[in-house]
DNA sequence: TCCTATGTGTAGAATGCCGATATGAAGCTC
DNA sequence: GAGCTTCATATCGGCATTCTACACATAGGA
């Protein structure tokens, strides 16, 4: 599959996989990947900026700390950003109605 | 809602709209337009373009005629095109399918 | 006469995901 | 101790695709 396929949808589940408490970016990655069966794969060119992107929203927020010797960059929602996400959640719903009603796979 | 979301889908919605039978562009528009219930209102400079884009991957071919003394560009699904809508539907199953999964909107 | 609906089309801008690349530490195996 | 894999962050350029704005043209109603 495609994976330009999520454009335009991946704030919404990097939003969704922080909404039960913060991340870094690794974490994210491989969160997705267990979530979606091995097929949501994101590279690091792809969630870095998208993370950069929802900070500067302020969406989320960050934090460095240092585990195991290596330096970790947290990201946290804000209240901004748990109201992007319900939004988020409201526009996937409306969309895969209507791209499912057209397509004919209800 | 943001139209930039079906990034990546509109060929879908294309292919499924002319799977029962040919249409020109502008009725394409209205009939997606009608379809969802208003909310897709494609400009004519997304729909154009994509229909040359359908074209060159030989997934539609097209006719002119002159209706009511105006020109018209009818398209027509190829068997090729038959093929990438079955393929685009199991693609946008799948897709669907992981989002709502992450989203939690199942 | 003018406006709206019908109908096709292009050019340029903006968006944003991806591939490639770079850096570096920890830990394991041979 | 050399090399590999995993963990971890990050940037840059390329590229595909959608949108905005414009241009053109006919038919028909107000």
New interface residues.
Partial sequence: ??L??????LD??VL??LEPGPLHGYAIIST?RT??GG??DLPTGTIYPALRRLERAEYVSSDWSIVGGRKRRTYELTAAGRRALAS??D??????N????????D
Same sequence: chains 1, 2.
């Fill in positions: 599959m495609k330009d396929t999520l454009r335009g949808h919404a589940l969704a996989v997705l979530r979606s097929t949501l988020e959640r526009t996937w719903k409306a969309f895969s209507i791209v499912g009603g057209v397509l004919g796979t």
